[in-house]
């Protein structure tokens, strides 16, 4: 039966929809191709899509609720949804908070009211992020931590979408599982994250901007163990007991790396020294990320297996066949 990926042409809803169609699912992709950044990579994205009969592209915008039933009536029925698209980017929401309100908020609620209203509706599968931790301190990020002091409008919008959920899941018991990526890399990445920005710039000689001095650390996560970690959500729908039907996961590596050590793998990787500028702390922007995955580990068998070392050059490599450099 057809699955509703959202965000389709996007990094990780490309890879999804890619790993749903080699398993033998049928595939609708929505995504409105955003100009957040160069739509030719999206479209790129969607033309790898496209080469296989059991995909469709449906390019529109999931904040428009009222038209959202109507686009998808022919493929009907859509019974489960993996919900990736989104305005994402920390720095980008100081400057356009409205496209985060649109996008995130009210494109989230559009697709709730799109699971209330199908009849057998099975599993929506959502995105979160690990930027809900916000000023947490407390190492690694486990999902029974708070999470009340996000530190960019991202971040809120993203909790918002998981309190949204529960009350969907509590009102009209529509099964959910929301994850909270950890900054997802690999091959067909997004061009405002760092790996992207750092590889571009050694290569063309310019100079990397380095935010806190490089001292700053990530849970840098493998496309494809988000992928894995997608797929064994969606077959694992929560049970519909006595409580909301919504459970929350961390999906990362669980290994918080130094900055310094990404950009020795990026050089090494190109066999070529970055030159740095060294940049205060980015409003926004949390020091440190780093996920307890236990409760994934336990219940959807979620097991990453691509480290860094390994993960970079394989960035790398698909960078320079892509960009011919
Ligand atoms: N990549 C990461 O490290 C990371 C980390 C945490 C959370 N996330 C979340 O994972 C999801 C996927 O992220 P990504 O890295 O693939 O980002 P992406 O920007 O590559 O993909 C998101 C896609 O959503 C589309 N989109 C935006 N607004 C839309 C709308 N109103 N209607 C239809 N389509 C719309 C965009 O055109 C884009 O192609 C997002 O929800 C993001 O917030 C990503």
Request: net charge positive.
């Amino acid at each position: 039966m057809t699955v509703l990926v959202t965000g389709a042409a996007g990094f990780i809803g490309y890879h999804v929809s890619e790993a749903l169609l080699a398993q033998g699912e049928t595939v609708v992709g929505i995504d409105i191709l955003s100009p957040y950044y160069d739509v030719r990579l999206k479209e790129a994205r969607v033309g790898r899509l496209r080469k296989n009969k059991n995909f469709t592209f449906v390019k529109a915008d999931i904040a428009e609720h009222e038209k959202l039933a109507t686009t998808l009536a022919p493929f009907a029925p859509i019974r489960r949804v993996v919900h990736l698209a989104a305005q994402a980017g920390v720095r980008y929401s100081l400057q356009h908070p409205f496209e985060y309100a649109a996008a995130n908020v009210v494109g989230h609620l559009s697709i709730l009211e799109f699971c209330r209203h199908t009849p057998g509706f099975e599993h929506l599968v959502y995105a979160s992020s690990s930027s809900v931790y916000g000023g947490n301190t407390k190492l690694p990020f486990s999902v029974e931590d708070r999470v009340d002091t996000p530190v960019s409008l991202y971040a809120a919008t993203k909790r918002a979408d998981e309190l949204m959920s529960q009350s969907y899941a509590h009102l009209y018991r529509i099964p959910q599982t929301g994850m909270r990526f950890f900054t997802v890399y690999g091959p067909w990445g997004r061009p405002d994250m760092a790996l992207f920005l750092f590889t571009r710039a050694i290569l063309a000689g310019e100079p990397i901007h380095v935010f806190n001095g490089g001292d700053m650390a990530r849970d840098f996560t493998f496309v494809d163990d988000i992928v894995q970690g997608v797929l064994a959500a969606l077959r694992t729908p929560p049970k519909n007991g006595p409580a909301a039907p919504h459970r929350v996961y961390n999906l990362g590596n669980s290994c918080a790396e130094p900055l310094p050590k990404l950009i020795a793998l990026i050089e090494k990787s190109l066999g070529k020294k970055a030159k740095h500028i060294s940049e205060p702390m980015q409003p926004g922007d949390v020091q440190a990320t780093y996920a307890d995955i236990e409760p994934a580990r336990r219940d959807l068998g979620f097991a990453p297996r691509v480290r860094i070392e390994e993960g970079v050059p394989r960035f790398v490599a698909w960078y320079r066949e892509y960009h011919g450099a």
